[in-house]
T-cell receptor
Framework: GAVVSQHPSRVICKSGTSVKIECRSLDFQATTMFWYRQFPKQSLMLMATSNEGSKATYEQGVEKDKFLINHASLTLSTLTVTSAHPEDSSFYIC????????????FGPGTRLTVL | DAKTTQPPSMDCAEGRAANLPCNHSTISGNEYVYWYRQIHSQGPQYIIHGLKNNETNEMASLIITEDRKSSTLILPHATLRDTAVYYCIVRVAGGNQGGKLIFGQGTELSVKP
């Protein structure tokens, strides 16, 4: 149980275009979803936290107008990188948790974004 | 959330126990200790968590000191597939954000044949 999927697993796009990444909880209802970014040889950096049906809470330094997050249902959150540039190339990882217990987070497999 | 300190890297022989230390001297009474690992180019994988007592599951054991200022993750019989970056994180469980995880640099464990 507690499986999280991401789509696509890899995406290559041209500079200036927008890219949407989907995160789905397959066998549970995720009350909260998180989005992380990881650059090569670095640790995961939390970008934002989203609760179903409400606006995402962004970490300091993360531009909310550039990284649009929609958590429309209890099983789906999307991250849209708008007007992507080469410096946005990174590994984007989502996680999901459900209320109750110690709120473990279950991570997706990640999406490798390359902006040319 | 409290910060953690881990050694940047460790080696372990295949089949032997891997003991990964973590210091969290500023941990609060309501913060849990969580361990995750990340195999290269994959999402992190939950391993184990605990509050005060030692915990064991099919993957590992977690030993938390009585003062809760440090802990050790034990992989009893390390295999080559256990080669990964291991993250020790302390956080409050629950709350309206579900307790966000703040990742440090972790320990890069290399299991060698």
């Amino acid at each position: 149980g507690a499986v999280v999927s991401q789509h696509p697993s890899r995406v290559i796009c041209k500079s200036g275009t927008s890219v949407k990444i989907e995160c789905r909880s397959l066998d549970f209802q995720a009350t909260t979803m998180f989005w992380y970014r990881q650059f090569p040889k670095q640790s995961l950096m939390l970008m934002a936290t989203s609760n179903e049906g409400s606006k995402a809470t962004y970490e300091q330094g993360v531009e909310k107008d550039k990284f649009l997050i929609n958590h429309a249902s209890l099983t789906l959150s999307t991250l849209t990188v708008t007007s992507a540039h080469p410096e946005d190339s990174s590994f984007y990882i989502c996680s999901a948790s459900y209320s109750g217990g110690a709120n473990e987070q279950f991570f997706g497999p990640g999406t490798r974004l390359t902006v040319l | 959330d409290a910060k953690t300190t881990q050694p940047p890297s460790m080696d372990c022989a295949e089949g032997r126990a891997a003991n990964l230390p973590c210091n969290h001297s500023t941990i609060s009474g309501n913060e849990y200790v969580y361990w995750y690992r990340q195999i290269h180019s994959q999402g992190p994988q939950y391993i184990i968590h605990g509050l005060k007592n030692n915990e064991t599951n099919e993957m590992a054991s977690l030993i938390i000191t009585e003062d809760r200022k440090s802990s050790t993750l034990i992989l009893p019989h390390a295999t080559l597939r256990d080669t990964a970056v291991y993250y020790c994180i302390v956080r409050v469980a629950g709350g309206n954000q579900g307790g966000k995880l703040i990742f440090g640099q972790g320990t890069e464990l290399s299991v060698k044949p």
